[in-house]
Structures are given as C-alpha cells and as structure tokens.
C-alpha cells in the first residue's frame, strides 16, 4: 500500500481518534499530521508481522501518548452543562453506546485515566475488535476485555455523576 493510499484510507479514522482523546481540533490536526509523518518515515520498515491498520493504530496511539505525556491539560475541554438527569437504573450499554456520540460524552471520556481512554476509544470510535486492540496495544485479551469493562463502569459512574443523559 502507498502512502497516499494509506492517507486516503485512515487519515479520517486517525483523526476521529486524535480528537476524542485530545478534543482540540487544531492540535488533533497537529498530532494527526506529525503521526502521518511518522508513519510515511517508517512505512519502508514496515514487515507485515501485523496488518497494516494494526501497525498504523499502534504508531497513532504511540504518538497520541507521547502529546499526552507532555500536556496533562488536554481533558475537559467542553461543557457538560446543558445535559438532563437520568436515573441510575436507566444505563445499559446500548444507551452508553448512543451516547458516545454525544460531545459531552466525550469530554468525559478524555478525562478518563488513558489506558481506559485509549480501549474505549479504539472499540467504540474505530470500530476495532478486541482481538485488533490487542495486536495494536501489545496486550493479551483478558487484559483489554478487563480494560474495556472498567472504562466502561468509570464512564458510567461519570457520567451520572456529572447528570449527563445521551438524549
């Protein structure tokens, strides 16, 4: 594959993920770029022990960590103010799931320790299957479906503490 392919196909995807875990769009374009960079830098090293979008997903969490690391003010940039109470038994997954797309719902996820962040975000928003996310973290399967049903509570319990709903 290309790099110009490579770009045509993820470039959409790897942005989506830069910027549920940042929530800047201008530095979720940054960090897209630089991550790009670094693939179109290693691309000729690439030996095809993984798939490719396995390969380009770990490069881009790399990245994302390295940005992390360097700037721990990047969570709670949207306002969860405007959202309506739910009560506590009304959460199940499927609405949890529906609410991720809400923008408040993912100021709360980047307030997430990143090891959560970084699951939910590759599950949910990337579409990635367990077995994927553990090729791409380097984690075995329990470890992930551990990280995935933890992240999940924490943005549960997030998410009725601050009255957030998804509708």
């Known amino acids: 594959m290309s790099f110009d392919e490579i770009i045509d196909k993820y470039k959409d995807a790897i942005f989506r993920m830069v910027y549920v875990h940042i929530g800047d769009f201008h530095r979720s374009e940054d960090i897209t770029q630089e991550i790009f960079i670094r693939i179109y830098r290693s691309l000729s090293k690439f030996r095809g022990d993984s798939s ?3 390969w380009i997903y770990r490069i881009s ?3 994302i960590r390295t940005y992390a690391k360097k700037d721990r003010t990047i969570a709670d940039t949207l306002s969860v103010d405007h959202m309506e109470d739910i009560p506590d038994d009304a959460w199940d997954e499927e609405k949890l799931v529906e609410g991720l797309q809400n923008s408040s719902v993912i100021s709360l996820i980047q307030r997430l320790p990143d090891k959560y962040k970084e699951v939910l975000v590759l599950y949910y928003y990337q579409d990635l299957k367990v077995e994927d996310i553990c090729s791409v973290l ?4 329990g470890t992930i479906k551990s990280k995935l049903h933890r ?9 009725l503490k601050e009255g957030v709903s998804n509708g």
């Not at 380097?138 to 399967?141: A, Q, Y």
């Not at 992240?151 to 998410?159: A, D, F, P, Y």
């Open 52 to 54: 490719i979008y396995t």
């Open 61 to 63: 969490i790399n990245t």
């Open 138 to 141: 380097n984690e075995p399967s």
């Open 151 to 159: 992240g999940r509570n924490m943005l549960k319990e997030m998410l």
